[in-house]
Structures are given as structure tokens and as C-alpha cells.
């Protein structure tokens, strides 16, 4: 099993940083790709972004150029660096994983990830 334990979360101004983690522990093959997704209220959840072990990432158009993704595979830790936050990006957010990787690299569809974390709540005001 997989067990995943997101932090970093907090209210912020808009224009603000916050780094978010997200510490995993399990079976490496179970975790083959990392993903952040995210949900506001009245929202589906949505991908933010993702990194496979090899360090291969991929972001939402939303967020290009203001998240970071990023990993320490020796502390079995991924982050997620969020700058420049907007109103829009207020949403709780979570940690996924999944043994499934495409040829192409991780997938963006929630369905096709196995194992998440609690969530952790990010707060942008205007």
C-alpha cells in the first residue's frame, strides 16, 4: 500500500508562494508517477501537475509557469512550488499516485491514480 501526507498548505494574499509536500511511503512500483490535483468547492478535481521518478513533468495550462513540481526521491517527498497565486487558485489540494504510466508519461485524469492524500487547503484572497 501506499500512504501519502500532504503539507504546506495556508491562506495567503494574492501574489503569494507557499511550497506544498506531499511525504509518500510504500511500494516505489506503486508510485511510478506523482500528481497534484486540486478541487474547489462545486468543482470536479482537476490535475495541477505531474512528475514521474524520472523526473519527467507536466503541468495544467492554468498554472504554467507560476507551480513548480519537483521531487526528492531520497526523502520519498514530492513537492509542489506555488507562486504568483491567484483568487482562482483557492482549492484544497492533494497528492495522488499511481503504478500507471502512459508511454508519453503520466496521465492528468484523476481516475487513474490509486492512492491519495488527505488534502491540504490553499487559500488565496484579493
Known amino acids: 500500500q501506499v500512504r501519502l501526507v500532504e503539507s504546506g498548505g495556508g491562506s495567503v494574499q494574492s501574489g503569494g508562494s507557499l511550497r506544498l509536500s506531499c511525504a509518500a511511503s510504500?511500494?516505489?512500483?506503486?508510485?511510478?508517477?506523482m500528481g497534484w490535483f486540486r478541487q474547489a468547492p462545486g468543482k470536479e478535481r482537476e490535475v495541477v501537475a505531474t512528475?514521474?521518478?524520472?523526473?519527467?513533468?507536466s503541468y495544467a495550462d492554468s498554472v504554467k509557469g507560476r507551480f513548480t513540481i519537483s521531487q526528492d526521491n531520497a526523502k520519498n517527498t514530492v513537492y509542489l512550488h506555488v507562486n504568483s497565486l491567484k483568487p482562482e487558485d483557492t482549492a484544497m489540494y492533494y497528492c495522488?499516485?499511481?503504478?500507471?504510466?502512459?508511454?508519453?508519461?503520466?496521465?492528468?485524469?484523476?481516475?487513474?491514480?490509486?492512492?491519495w492524500g488527505q488534502g491540504t487547503q490553499v487559500t488565496v484572497s484579493s
Open positions: 495522488a499516485a499511481t503504478p500507471a504510466i502512459a508511454w508519453w508519461g503520466c496521465r492528468a485524469n484523476p481516475n487513474d491514480y490509486s492512492y
Open positions: 510504500g511500494y516505489a512500483y506503486s508510485r511510478k508517477c
Open positions: 512528475i514521474n521518478r524520472d523526473g519527467r513533468t
